[in-house]
């Protein structure tokens, strides 16, 4: 199993330019979680998906953040317009009601503002 | 709510001795709890978790944790540390029963020194 795959790995941007971050979750799990880390907040969880719904966006910081899941191999993280305060390592992860609840991480993506 | 706390931001251990990492939980409900590790530029890794049974849980690693419910903690423990085991330690908590998201500590900085 390939695990949990994040693209990009960096990425490095201008200020109000949009960013978009990719998930791919692994193949069989039904549900999906976006997190932000920094030093400053530590982890965050912005929102998660069961079976492709969004079930809880309350993490999600304001609306420049917005998510989607469109089927069950592929999410998206979108900022518009992105600010520096953005820059953070953002991880996808994914899980099945069959594990209970245990979350398998991607590699993160590194996000730089400028 | 669900919560979980890491008293400690950093723990110091010579190699060869035992390490504990704290965690205590706030639930309502039962307790399923986790531990996940973190290495310099990676995602988190699923180290172990209690979800019922045995109070001593094993896990990857050599790694092991005590469920206390009297004093609702979940420290994580290995006999004798390693220089490799140099990371960032999150306690987790799962969210309200049949919610599948997790609350995560604040994360606790674990150096062994050679």
């Known amino acids: 199993d390939a695990g949990v795959i994040q693209s990009p790995r960096h990425e490095v941007t201008e200020m109000g330019q949009e960013v978009t971050l990719r998930c791919k979750p692994i193949?069989?799990?039904?549900?999906l979680f976006w997190y932000r880390q920094t030093m400053m907040r530590g982890l965050e969880l912005l929102i998660y998906f069961n079976n492709n719904v969004p079930i809880d966006d309350s993490g999600m910081p304001e609306d420049r953040f917005s998510a989607k899941m469109p089927n069950a191999s592929f999410s998206t993280l979108k900022i518009q317009p992105s600010e520096p305060r953005d820059s953070a390592v953002y991880f996808c992860?994914?899980?099945?009601?069959?594990?209970?609840?245990?979350?398998?991480f991607g590699p993160g993506t590194r996000l730089l503002v400028l | 709510a669900q919560s979980v706390a890491q008293p400690e931001d950093q723990v110091n251990v010579a190699e060869g001795n035992p390490l504990t990492v704290k965690c205590t939980y706030s639930v309502s409900g039962n307790p399923y709890l986790f531990w996940y590790v973190q290495y310099p530029n990676r995602g988190l890794q699923f180290l172990l978790k209690y979800i019922t049974g045995d109070n001593l849980v094993k896990g990857s690693y050599g790694f092991e944790a005590e469920f206390n419910k009297s004093q609702t903690s979940f420290h994580l423990k290995k006999p004798s540390a390693l220089v490799s085991d140099s990371a960032l330690y999150f306690c987790?908590?799962?969210?309200?029963?049949?919610?599948?998201?997790?609350?995560f500590g604040t994360g606790t900085r674990l150096t062994v020194i050679p």
């Open positions: 193949s069989g799990h039904n549900s």
């Open positions: 987790a908590v799962r969210g309200r029963s049949g919610a599948n998201n997790l609350f």
């Open positions: 992860a994914s899980s099945s009601h069959q594990g209970l609840e245990t979350q398998y």
